[in-house]
C-alpha cells in the first residue's frame, strides 16, 4: 500500500471541499472496497477524507412518506430495519444477499452504490483494463467472461455492477442525495446515477469531482410481493450472475431490475407491461440488443428462468 495522508472533516461541503482540492483524493467509510484496491495498489490515492464523523447515519421519514436514507448507515442497520423490513422488502433481501455480515457491519449505504467492479480484469494488475487504467485495452473481450456483461457493454469495457442493494434501489426508483465544495446540494435518481462505459469506463458514475453522497431516498411504499432472487455460482456469499429485484401483483403486474448483466442495474420499464404475459414476453424487451460473449451467453435464458420464478413466487 502507498503512503496517504488522511483527515477527518466536521461537515459534508468541508470533506467535499477537501477531496476536491486535493488531486486524486478519495471519501472512506467502511472501506470494504477501497482498502482492498489499496492493498492491491489498483486504487492508489494520495489523500483519504474520512466521513465518519458526519452524522449521516440515520434513517429517517420523509414527508412524501417514504424514508430518507443516510449515507453512513450500516447495511446491517439498514437491513434490519423494521420499516425496511416491512415495507421495502427487496431493498432488506438485497442486502442479506449481498454479503457476510462482518461486511455488512461495516458497509455503508452510499460506499455499496460506488463499489467498483468484480472483474477478474480490473483485479488483475498484470492484463490491460481501459477501467483500470485508461487506454490500456479490454482483456476481457478475449478472455473469460462468464461473469461479465451481456448488455450495455463496449468494446472497452464488459465489466458488471456487482452490487446487489442498487438493483433493488434502481426498482424502488430511490433517489441519491448530494453535497460539493460549496455547499450545493443535487438529487439524481438512481437511473442516471451509474454510467454505461462507453468509451470512458474508469468513470462509474455521474458524480462531480468532490461531490459527496449525503443519502438516499426512497418514494413511498409500492404495494405487492418484495422478492430478491440471486443465481451465483455457491449458496455463500458471492456476486450475482444474474439476479431480480422484482415488486410484484398477483396478477403478474410490477416493477422488475436485473443484476449481473451490465455495467449498472438494468431496467426497462417499457418491458413491465408484459409482465402478466410471463417472463419471457419481459426479458425480450429487457436483453433486446444484448451483445453477449459465447462465455456468458447462457445469462440471457438465466435471467428469463430466474424472473419466472419471481413470478411464480409471487402468484403463490
Known amino acids: 500500500m502507498k503512503s496517504f495522508t488522511y483527515e477527518r472533516p466536521g461537515t459534508p461541503a468541508e470533506a467535499a471541499a477537501a477531496v476536491a482540492r486535493t488531486p486524486n483524493a478519495k471519501f472512506i467509510a467502511g472501506g470494504t472496497n477501497l482498502l482492498d484496491l489499496m492493498k492491491l495498489q489498483i486504487e492508489t490515492p494520495t489523500h483519504l477524507v474520512d466521513v465518519n464523523g458526519l452524522n449521516l447515519d440515520k434513517?429517517?421519514?420523509?414527508?412524501?412518506?417514504?424514508?430518507?436514507?443516510?449515507?453512513?448507515?450500516?447495511?446491517?442497520d439498514l437491513a434490519a430495519d423494521a420499516r425496511v423490513r416491512?415495507?421495502?422488502?427487496?431493498?432488506?433481501?438485497?442486502?442479506?444477499?449481498?454479503?457476510?455480515?462482518q461486511l455488512r457491519n461495516?458497509?455503508?449505504?452510499?460506499?455499496?452504490?460506488?463499489?467498483?467492479?468484480?472483474?477478474?480484469?480490473f483485479y488483475d494488475t498484470a492484463q490491460a483494463c481501459n477501467k483500470r487504467q485508461p487506454g490500456s485495452?479490454?482483456?476481457?473481450?478475449?478472455?473469460?467472461?462468464?461473469s461479465l456483461a451481456v448488455i450495455g457493454s463496449s468494446q472497452a469495457c464488459i465489466a458488471t455492477h456487482p452490487g446487489d442493494m442498487a438493483v433493488a434501489m434502481r426498482v424502488l426508483d430511490a433517489t441519491v442525495e448530494t453535497v460539493d465544495a460549496k455547499g450545493a446540494e443535487r438529487k439524481i435518481a438512481?437511473?442516471?446515477?451509474?454510467?454505461?462505459?462507453?468509451?470512458?469506463?474508469?468513470?462509474?458514475?455521474?458524480?462531480?469531482?468532490?461531490?459527496l453522497i449525503t443519502a438516499v431516498t426512497l418514494p413511498k411504499p409500492v404495494a405487492g410481493t418484495h422478492i430478491y432472487?440471486?443465481?451465483?455460482d455457491r449458496a455463500s456469499y458471492a456476486y450475482a450472475l444474474v439476479s431480480v429485484a422484482a415488486?410484484?401483483?398477483?396478477?403478474?403486474?410490477?416493477?422488475?431490475?436485473?443484476?449481473?448483466?451490465?455495467?449498472?442495474?438494468?431496467?426497462?420499464?417499457?418491458?413491465?407491461?408484459?409482465?402478466?404475459?410471463?417472463?419471457?414476453?419481459?426479458?425480450d424487451k429487457v436483453f433486446a440488443g444484448a451483445k453477449p460473449t459465447e462465455d456468458n451467453a447462457y445469462k440471457l435464458k438465466l435471467a428469463e428462468r430466474t424472473l419466472a420464478a419471481?413470478?411464480?413466487q409471487a402468484r403463490a
Open 106 to 121: 461495516k458497509a455503508t449505504t452510499a460506499g455499496n452504490l460506488l463499489q467498483r467492479t468484480r472483474c477478474p480484469y
Open 310 to 312: 419471481a413470478l411464480n
Open 86 to 101: 416491512k415495507d421495502y422488502g427487496v431493498l432488506s433481501r438485497a442486502l442479506l444477499a449481498g454479503a457476510s455480515g
Open 190 to 211: 438512481i437511473a442516471d446515477f451509474h454510467r454505461l462505459p462507453s468509451d470512458r469506463p474508469e468513470i462509474d458514475t455521474t458524480l462531480n469531482p468532490g461531490e
Open 247 to 283: 415488486i410484484l401483483g398477483k396478477d403478474g403486474s410490477g416493477h422488475i431490475a436485473f443484476g449481473g448483466v451490465a455495467h449498472k442495474p438494468w431496467r426497462v420499464e417499457a418491458a413491465e407491461a408484459d409482465l402478466p404475459r410471463g417472463a419471457k414476453a419481459v426479458t
Open 137 to 146: 485495452g479490454c482483456s476481457a473481450l478475449d478472455g473469460v467472461s462468464r
Open 59 to 76: 434513517v429517517e421519514a420523509t414527508p412524501e412518506g417514504g424514508l430518507r436514507i443516510g449515507a453512513l448507515v450500516r447495511n446491517t
Open 229 to 232: 432472487r440471486k443465481v451465483r
